[in-house]
């Protein structure tokens, strides 16, 4: 069992299930989607980032590059949040239906991320 | 390659995710934390509100509550948070300063850009390994016939030495292990401008394999190698090493000549060594006994060496494996007159102090000198730091090992027929030499004795390839010719023609040139410069043939015809 394999398993799943947390519910009702549930799928997301850098793998790169592309949606989602919420004047529906679009653009590269995973998994032959 | 960015990614893993968690912590608390506004209402802060204020104060830019003033317990979670901000901040920048300043960072970032240096290469460039004395001799020399060279050295001090030296053009220098193939990759060994590859460093392990690489890697590339081993000789030859030089056997060689054909000797050292004596100096009747101080790698040399040229020899040594080696052997170091006069250093005509002590060696010419004024002195200097003592010890010849090779692979390197016509000097006698020696006196006088070869073709001699084929007869002389006043000869003559294997001797000045021809000049090296007008400029060479200034204009051609 290698560690740090477990730690960045943990950490990809966790970001996909809270992506996915979030992403649950009608696309443009508020209370279908709860905002710690974004900042925590945020957090997770950046922290397997890190997890990956220095990793020379070709499939640690592309694990790289797909976490980027979720990093880079869920920050524009939390963005328009905080852009709806403090500058537009209050959330509306239309505005709801981008962040979660946006965090369903997350949820396919975390998938993607996940699929990664399972594959070299099942390459490493040990 | 990108060795240093992955490098830095993988060490601060660890400060980048303890910064998001300390954040992400510091902002969750300020959003769940109820706090008051202005009017006394509950009023929690929300995500925005909470980054913004974490953002601020993590980075303890300024500091103020907003949008309301905190409650209690706002401010308890703001004592807390201001701590675990800067901690973290001084964690991340901390791990950051300090791989910066590691060793191998610094190595690694060394490395890259050296190799970048070499790969953008756009000219021919010698790879050098180990930058001892004959290593810097070979990249000086080289620096300053603009013939650039990359250098490899497994101490850090010596490439420090190869940046303090002050060269007029950029030689790049690598400290590591030459012996390590990708260490010669990242030095350009498969770099398509390198031209040879110079393996100088003092251990012979590593020169072979040097050699062995770039023999594998590119068979065509010119190999010159150092070693002080006969097995490793013999092993560098079996492979294809085009140059192989031994300091001990090249010097007892070249001590051999001096003793018994000077001016053939003096011929030799005007064309490999820029330092050469002048005519004056050669020494007349060193023919009779010699002594050989120090029985070691040096003394077995130049024992064979003068054996073969039937010199009578008694060797000094007092360390216990050399004992009995030979049939005339006296006990002790020869720093003491006593021992020099077991010796019986009356009769003899010269003395070698050949042993690896700088000290022993002068104190031993000094202890002979005051026994025997007249004998001919030849001291070894082991280090080179030593060169002032040497140099004003008065000693006939000092051998320098470093000094010796540099010079007969600067032969090589100047062009491959200096070895040979040095070779091709073996056939002849001394009184030949004698000419040909007053003869090179006459062109250069005391002056710096420079030779350089052509090889007629288009790459070297552009213009004469075009008259050779238009019909034209060239003539040897026309090198020697003044390309300014065809009337004037140049500072230089022939000394070798090669055609198809067939060596000739000085040529004489009307020898018909065909294509392919190698011709090996001696003479000042501003006669070369000239020369190279001629060579490459068909209307120069025009006018050297025909004396007339042939212009190929329309215009003149159009003037030309009316006259």
Redesign the interface.
């Known amino acids: 069992m290698n560690r740090e394999k477990v730690i960045f398993a943990f950490f990809i799943v966790l970001a996909l299930t809270l992506n996915f947390g979030f992403f649950l519910g009608e696309i443009d009702k508020e209370i279908h989607h709860n905002v710690f549930e974004l900042f925590a799928a945020l957090v997770v997301s950046m922290i397997c980032t890190v997890l990956k850098f220095g990793d020379r793998t070709h499939l640690g790169a592309l694990m790289l590059a797909t976490s980027l592309v979720a990093d880079l949606q869920l920050v524009i989602a939390a963005i328009l949040w905080g852009f709806a919420e403090q500058i537009s004047g209050g959330m509306t529906g239309s505005m709801m239906s981008s962040v979660v679009s946006l965090s369903g653009g997350a949820l396919l590269a975390n998938i993607i991320s996940v699929i990664l995973l399972v594959v070299e998994t099942i390459v490493v032959r040990r | 390659m990108n060795n240093v960015f992955?490098?830095?990614?993988?060490?601060?893993?660890v400060p980048?995710?303890t910064m998001?968690?300390v954040y992400?912590i510091s902002?969750?608390g300020f959003?769940l934390i109820p706090g008051q506004d202005d009017a006394g209402n509950v009023w929690r802060m929300?995500?925005?509100?909470a980054?913004y204020f974490v953002s601020f104060m993590g980075t303890t830019i300024g500091f103020g509550e907003i949008p309301f003033a905190f409650t209690d317990a706002q401010r308890m979670w703001t004592l807390l948070m201001i701590y675990a901000t800067v901690v973290a901040w001084l964690y991340g920048i901390g791990s950051m300063l300090a791989l910066l300043q590691e060793p191998v960072f610094g190595r690694l970032l060394r490395r890259r850009s050296f190799t970048g240096e070499v790969a953008g290469f756009a000219e021919p460039f010698y790879l050098i390994c180990g930058y001892g004395v004959t290593g810097r001799l070979i990249v000086h020399k080289l620096a300053n016939r603009d013939i650039r060279a990359v250098v490899i050295d497994i101490s850090q001090d010596r490439i420090d030495d190869l940046e303090m030296d002050t060269l007029p053009i950029r030689v790049p220098g690598l400290c590591a292990d030459a012996a390590l193939p990708d260490v010669l990759d990242d030095a350009g060994l498969q770099h398509p401008h390198c031209i040879g590859v110079l393996a100088l460093t003092d251990d012979d392990n590593s020169n072979l394999a040097v050699s062995i690489a770039s023999k594998l890697l590119m068979p065509n590339r010119m190999v010159i190698s150092r070693t002080e081993a006969e097995v490793t000789t013999a092993n560098l030859l079996s492979f294809g090493t085009n140059q192989v030089v031994d300091p001990f056997e090249a010097y007892a060689g070249y001590l051999s000549m001096a003793i018994h054909t000077p001016y053939k000797h003096l011929v030799y050292d005007w064309l490999v060594n820029p330092y050469h004596r002048p005519l004056s100096s050669v020494y007349q009747q060193k023919q009779g006994r010699w002594i050989i101080c120090g029985f070691g790698r040096f003394g077995r040399a130049l024992y064979k060496a003068f054996k073969a040229d039937n010199v009578f020899i008694t060797v000094i040594d007092s360390k216990e494996q050399n004992v009995n080696q030979t049939e005339q052997q006296i006990w002790g170091i020869g720093t003491e007159a006593r021992t020099l006069e077991e010796a019986n250093i009356s009769d003899a005509v010269g003395i070698v102090a050949g042993t690896d002590n700088d000290a022993d060696n002068l104190s031993i010419i000094m202890t002979a000198r005051g026994i025997k004024p007249k004998l001919v002195t030849v001291v070894r200097q082991n280090l080179d730091a030593n060169r002032l003592v040497f140099r004003h010890s008065g000693a006939d010849f000092v051998m320098e090992p470093g000094r010796i090779i540099a010079n007969q692979i600067m032969a090589q390197i100047k062009t491959p027929l200096l070895p040979a016509f040095i070779e091709a000097l073996k056939e002849y006698d001394d009184v030949w030499a004698h000419t040909l020696l007053n003869r090179m006196s006459s062109v250069v006088g005391e002056d710096e004795l420079e030779s350089w070869a052509f090889v007629l073709g288009e790459e070297e001699t552009p213009a004469i390839k075009m008259a050779l084929e238009e019909g034209t007869i060239i003539k040897m002389k026309v090198f020697l010719k003044d390309p300014r006043d065809h009337s004037q000869m140049l500072p230089g003559f022939p000394l070798m023609l090669r055609r198809d294997d067939d060596i000739k001797i000085l040529p004489g000045e009307l020898t018909e040139l065909q294509m392919g021809d190698e011709i090996l000049f001696c003479g000042l090296s501003k006669a070369f410069t000239q020369v190279e007008w001629t060579v490459n400029n068909y209307n120069v060479l025009q006018y050297i043939l025909t004396g007339k200034d042939a212009n190929n204009t329309l215009l003149s051609r159009w003037f030309n015809a009316d006259q």
């Open positions: 992955y490098l830095l990614l993988r060490r601060l893993r980048f995710i998001i968690v992400s902002i969750l959003v929300d995500f925005f509100h980054v």
